[in-house]
């Protein structure tokens, strides 16, 4: 499902009406859509209490034609205009249905609107679109309608909420929400859903999203360069496992880390890699740390390297790794690594080595802390490489602040991915995966039982178990991240929202994925 910014929503628009449709055509399409939507919620209509809050924009001017079309089916509509409205033809179409209009500059202590808020079974927030800039100020006629509108939200019986594109407070491009922002029960979104209802706080703040085609030809669409990551996608994608395979066939991933004091991310990964379907893991860690993991995943082969006196990889082990890339067909780098001076020069020498795993490589965790480092990172890292950084190691490789990063992640995951020339997974909720061209895709998911230590670790082994298996690096960073998160919201009914350990991330996959084909 493709995912647009505000700027890119009128474009669509734009195209719409060079295509033939009028602006005024797009508005009453989008405005019977949230008048059919808001009846759905409802049940029936007779009787029913509908007030309006309109904006002075088109947002409002949805929200006119969805009261006259209420009206018209039978319920008993009033609309209300906190800061006066700029279409005279729709308040006449409803003066000429007596429907009562409220202009906001005649009820400056909200003293109507405090008295229909209550009487209300449906409030519709047509007050501010895509084209709104936060923060909203509370003591303007929007911001004082938003807080009566929340107060009433809180009573005994509070009315049910529908909202017009977005709600109001809700910025559409990164998914910043304004403190007066009222979570309505529904948003009904037009032509395509906005990037800030899948971002973090965005997506728990709109509700259930219903989008509506309001004649947006295909070809513009086609156009749109970001995508949520659907199950039907997913299945799609999913390597084939035929009858006849053998181990070769789902080729094999080397996991490159580990280290005295991380001594379980280089398991993580390789558990990942394996139950992402992956043929064979070699692990590839200090001497010293590897008779203690052996138990632990019988499965596994080993590369013993030579360790550092501080417990992590020495930087001599790039000569001996030298040999070893072109027999794995993908690679995980960096899994409890460390790092250190010894690390860093192990990084440097190492990155460019990794091109000869055909298939290509996950760098992660300290691996990425070394490559922020290097004034020609994008020219040692293998054309097929997917970086998977936090937020925190993200604003190290782009040389900013986590705010920075947090403040438009979609923004930053591409960035970073035009400037390092590869494949970039940005975690948290709603992970944002990017590459070079500007092509782009969203997690569905933002669920707090994956904010668990070792979690990446088992989401790198799982890219590189999909890229092992003949996965371009953008598609298995899709399976990967989809399915990573898709576990967590299977365990939720079973482990709430906390508990969750990232060893069971990586046990309970091959279920999930065995569901999420069946059905």
């Keep these: ?57 088109n947002n409002g001017g949805d929200g006119l034609v969805a009261a006259r079309h209420l009206y018209d089916w039978g319920a008993e509509v009033a609309v209300y205009l906190p800061a006066g409205h ?27 609107l405090s008295t229909r808020l209550p009487a209300a079974d449906l409030v519709i927030d047509a007050l501010l679109g895509i084209g709104q800039r936060l923060p909203l100020d509370p003591s303007s006629p929007i911001g004082r309608a938003l807080a009566a509108l929340a107060a009433t939200r809180s009573s005994y019986q509070p009315p049910k909420i529908v909202a017009v594109d977005v709600p109001t407070g809700l ?27 899948y971002q973090a706080p965005g997506s728990d703040a709109v509700g259930r999203v219903q989008v509506i085609d309001i004649g947006i030809p295909k070809q513009a669409l086609d156009a749109v360069s970001l995508e949520l990551v659907t199950s039907r996608w997913v299945r799609q994608q999913l390597p084939r496992r035929p009858a006849d395979a053998n181990k070769g066939t789902f080729g094999r991933v080397m996991v490159v880390g580990g280290s005295r004091r991380y001594r379980g991310a280089v398991l993580l990964a390789a558990v990942g890699a394996y139950r992402a379907g992956a043929g064979l893991v070699t692990i590839a860690a200090p001497d010293d740390i590897i008779p203690g993991l052996v138990p632990a995943i019988p499965e596994a082969t080993w590369l013993p390297l030579p360790g550092s006196p501080d417990g992590s990889l020495a930087g001599e082990a790039a000569r001996q790794l030298r040999s070893e890339w072109a027999g794995a067909r ?21 990155l460019p080595d990794t091109a000869d795993c055909t298939g ?35 604003a190290r490789l782009l040389r900013t602040t986590v ?16 400037r390092f020339g590869c494949v970039v997974v940005l975690k ?22 994956l904010a668990t230590a070792g979690s990446g670790d088992v989401l790198a082994g799982i890219i590189a178990g999909y890229l092992a298996q003949g996965a371009d690096p953008f ?24 508990g969750l350990l990232a060893s069971e991330i990586a046990a309970r996959l091959p279920r999930v994925v065995r569901d999420l084909t069946q059905s």
Excluded: C
Aim: glycine share 10%; charged share 20%.
């Design 1 to 57: 499902m493709k995912l647009v910014t505000a700027a890119e929503m009128r474009q669509l628009e734009a195209a719409a009406i060079a295509a033939g449709s009028t602006e005024a055509q797009l508005m009453e399409e989008a405005g019977l859509a949230v008048a059919q939507e808001s009846w759905m919620l409802l049940g029936t209509l007779e009787g029913r209490q509908i007030l309006v809050l309109a904006g002075p924009g």
């Design 86 to 112: 700029r279409e005279p033809g729709r308040l006449e179409e409803l003066r000429a249905r007596e429907i009562p209009i409220i202009d906001g500059a005649q009820d400056p202590a909200g003293e109507q």
């Design 171 to 197: 910025d559409s491009d990164t998914g910043a929400v304004d403190p007066l922002l009222v979570r309505p029960d529904m948003t009904v979104t037009f032509g395509l859903p906005k990037v800030g209802m």
């Design 330 to 350: 993908a690679a995980v780098f960096g899994p409890g690594l460390s790092l250190t001076d010894d690390t860093r020069a192990l990084a440097w020498a190492a």
């Design 360 to 394: 290509g490589v996950v760098v992660d965790a300290d691996a990425l802390n070394a490559l922020a480092a290097m004034d020609d990172a994008p020219q040692r890292l293998h054309p097929r490489a997917v970086l998977t950084p936090h937020p925190g190691e993200m």
């Design 403 to 418: 705010p920075g990063v947090q403040a438009d992640r979609l923004a930053a995951a591409r960035t970073a991915a035009a």
């Design 428 to 449: 948290g909720a709603h992970t944002v995966i990017a590459e070079p061209s500007g092509q782009a895709a969203l997690s569905p998911f933002a669920n707090p039982l």
């Design 475 to 498: 598609t298995a960073a899709r399976l990967g991240v989809y399915l990573h998160a898709a576990v967590a919201e299977a365990l939720e009914a079973e482990y709430g929202r906390a």
